[in-house]
């Protein structure tokens, strides 16, 4: 690896670094009162539960992440389920999780990172686990932000949009929280269970129409919506935020010592976020932050991360760059439904790559990404707090 790779790995690793589930919690502890019940639910759900048995070790304590995070943790009943499509294992983990809330008999501290929302499927009414799935899926190639992709999990869910709280009723509330979130809006962050909802069913159904998904969900979805009563106030809880994609950002600028920062958060389609990156770096160090969409128009294998990494090299060469790196990754070392975490390339990609065009049009940048050795491969990091970008460039 060069020293520019080798650079801009270790500047990735700071951010990575400095959302460590166990030091986040750790470090809020002390303003915690002691609970009856500790539930973990999201990606980074085994280490933020770690911490909080170190202080609590004799409470009941529910774990719930993906199957790359998951392994024994003693003191606590770990659960891996499916993400990002919602499976059986996670419907199994959310009743799990509803009866413990029901049957605590004290105070409950909740742990909450990215990833919770499919990872605990409960489906609402007489919806299935099937008909959750099959929405989520077509969020996912959608194109629509998190906040809107949220915005119908939540009216879809039994636990989701505050229904925790519900289920808690009338035992109080700590949730200590690790953003994924851009911008930080807690009622977002794994759709929210320890939060009000982000909007109503109706506001559900204009995005599902404005993404031209709503003739295709299931009609028991349709039908719940069109029919969803209007909300009831829920308990209150006590949210707190102990980490964010915005505190990783800052790390990673600390490590490269002078670096430019992209100020705004990099979101929306990855074509648009290629071309304001490259507007943005500059001759040196350029890091950045963000969550970005794509909107699925073929049939192959990627994620946002790896996809944002190869239109930055076209852009790149387009604009006659030629010494040049970038790293593009997902804080928690998965993108999309592959065993990467995003991309690590430079000037030398494209000429590795054959038939670039066909590949963008078939969402298939995994493949091109291999065949150019240019994959992010990370480990799952056990955190998750969005997408994170580093440039190097000389010239």
Not at 55 to 75: D, H, I, K, Q
Request: hydrophobic fraction near 50%; include cysteine; charged fraction near 20%.
């Amino acid at each position: 690896m060069d020293k520019r790779r080798a650079e801009a790995l270790r500047i990735f690793e700071a951010g990575v670094k400095a959302a460590d589930p166990y030091a986040a919690v750790a470090g809020a502890l002390d303003d915690v009162d002691p609970p009856a019940l500790i539930v973990a639910v999201g990606k980074a759900a085994r280490l933020m539960a770690q911490a909080a048995l170190a202080r609590f070790s004799s409470v009941t304590c529910l774990v719930v992440t993906n199957y790359e995070n998951a392994a024994p943790l003693e003191g606590a009943t770990v659960m891996a389920a499916g993400h990002p499509v919602p499976d059986a294992n996670g419907a199994a983990a959310a009743k799990a999780v509803i009866a413990a809330l029901h049957a605590a008999e004290g105070p409950v501290l909740a742990l909450i990172s990215g990833g919770g929302s499919a990872l605990l499927p409960a489906p609402a009414g007489a919806l299935t686990l099937a008909d959750k799935a099959k929405v989520n899926e077509m969020l996912l190639g959608s194109g629509l932000d998190i906040v809107a992709m949220n915005l119908i999990r939540q009216q879809l869910s039994d636990l989701k949009g505050g229904g925790f709280l519900r289920h808690a009723a009338p035992r109080p509330v700590t949730a200590l929280i690790l953003s994924d979130v851009i911008g930080d809006d807690l009622s977002a962050i794994a759709s929210g269970p320890t939060v009000g909802p982000i909007g109503t069913a109706q506001e559900a159904i204009l995005l599902l129409k404005e993404a031209q998904l709503w003739a295709a969900v299931p009609q028991a979805v349709r039908q719940h919506l069109e029919t969803a009563q209007e909300p009831v106030a829920l308990p209150a809880a006590r949210n707190m935020l102990v980490g964010s994609n915005a505190k990783s950002v800052a790390a990673m600028k600390e490590a490269a010592g002078a670096a430019h920062v992209i100020a705004e958060p990099i979101i929306g389609d990855v074509a648009d976020a290629a071309r304001l990156i490259c507007d943005r770096a500059v001759i040196g160090t350029t890091v950045w932050g963000g969550e970005t969409t794509v909107v699925l128009q073929g049939s192959g294998r990627g994620g946002r991360n790896q996809e944002l990494a190869l239109r930055i090299a076209v852009e790149a060469e387009r604009r006659g760059w030629v010494a040049w790196t970038c790293l593009q990754g997902g804080s928690d070392g998965r993108d999309g439904p592959t065993d990467a975490a995003g991309g690590l390339v430079d000037q030398d990609t494209l000429g590795k790559i054959t038939g670039l065009d066909a590949r963008l049009a078939n969402n298939d940048s995994y493949a091109a990404l291999d065949e150019a050795g240019d994959l992010l491969l990370t480990d799952a990091t056990g955190t998750n707090v969005a997408d994170l970008g580093v440039m190097i460039r000389s010239g």
